[in-house]
């Protein structure tokens, strides 16, 4: 099959959650990717620069010698985050790189993030001073705002003006779902850039909601309909260095997916990279692929393209229909079905 070379990915957003199953994960994500930026989601949230620097140790423990991942890690915002912690952070840059915005209420673990984005202005202006990135969650938490209307929301009552008000603030707008984030983020100052999920660029919402609820593609933000993925995937595909690689991959045991209220996460580490060769390739655009996915994020964070190689092949695999996870089992995305693409080569 036809074969391709491109620098070892990062991955801008990855859940490694926390205890035994982080071996789990790390098993799958070191193969894919150099770097890994984790999210601070916990129970209890990476609020300070200690936790932060003892979650990546934990994470560091997981690792396997021959493949190891190098974790960039995150502080959770919440109302209480002052300048000082801030200023901590920094000073154990290149470990930690950057602060999540999670609007309380949003998304998993997110009950302790930010309740009105002025709280946190004088945490984002230190930030926007020692050069730390802002990480959005880009959905509003409004109970009275529609589950698919919650983005393109975010973008007119919280990101415009933000960018307005401090202007030098490097921002990402995480796993963009729309095509007003696609559009906003275009137009936007280049200090404003943009993750894309694997499976934002390859399903809409009928893989949610046709033939039953699948509780698997089940995540916040939530699958749009198919305007918005050809959106999408057409922003990743174009070669624009305002969007790159972040899988949001978020694994939740099967019991609590396959529930009468199941989590939100979409399990892809075991194939993100694979996947993302998959959508390239069916734009076309498989010479666009190494860039959203080795070097337009690491631009972002100031960091240098890896020096090492991944070599992808269009080979299908079959994907097994769970993988372990601590004492339970994790589905991933494409659960006993077949993707295109193999990794054949690393070096």
Not at 116 to 126: F, G, H, S, T, W
Request: aromatic share 8%.
């Amino acid at each position: 099959g036809t074969r391709i070379t491109i620098a070892l990915p990062d991955d801008f957003h990855h859940h490694f959650r926390d205890g035994p199953v982080t071996a789990n994960i790390v098993e799958h994500a070191s193969q894919r990717f150099g770097r890994c930026l984790a999210m601070p989601n916990l129970k209890p949230p990476v609020t300070t620069t200690e936790m932060a620097l003892a979650y990546r140790e934990r994470i560091l423990s997981s690792n396997n010698e021959s493949n190891a991942i190098e974790p960039l890690m995150t502080l959770y915002l919440t109302d209480e985050t002052t300048p000082e912690e801030i200023q901590k952070a920094a000073a154990a840059t290149p470990k930690i790189v950057a602060c999540k915005y999670y609007p309380a209420g949003a998304t998993t673990n997110s009950q302790f993030g930010v309740t009105d984005i002025q709280n946190v202005y004088p945490a984002l202006r230190e930030m926007a001073k020692v050069n730390m990135l802002l990480l959005i969650h880009s959905e509003v938490a409004t109970p009275s705002v529609d589950i698919f209307d919650r983005e393109r929301t975010f973008i007119q009552q919280i990101i415009t003006p933000l960018v307005a008000d401090i202007s030098d603030l490097q921002i990402v707008m995480e796993h963009i779902s729309t095509k007003d984030a696609v559009d906003y983020v275009l137009g936007a100052p280049p200090n404003v850039r943009a993750t894309m999920t694997c499976h934002h660029l390859l399903y809409n919402r009928n893989a949610l909601l046709v033939g039953g609820v699948k509780p698997h593609f089940y995540c916040l933000p939530i699958l749009k309909r198919e305007t918005h993925r050809e959106a999408l995937i057409e922003a990743a595909a174009s070669g624009s260095s305002k969007f790159f690689l972040g899988t949001d991959s978020a694994p939740h045991a099967t019991p609590t997916k396959e529930n009468a209220c199941g989590c939100a996460g979409v399990y892809t580490a075991h194939a993100a990279v694979e996947l993302y060769a998959e959508a390239f390739d069916q734009m076309g655009a498989l010479d666009k692929l190494e860039a959203f996915c080795s070097k337009n994020g690491a631009e972002h964070y100031g960091l240098s393209p890896s020096t090492r190689t991944m070599t992808l092949e269009k080979k299908a695999w079959t994907v097994p229909s769970t993988y372990q996870f601590g004492d339970s089992t994790v589905t991933p995305l494409r659960a006993g079905e077949t993707i295109a693409w193999s990794i054949v080569e690393r070096s």
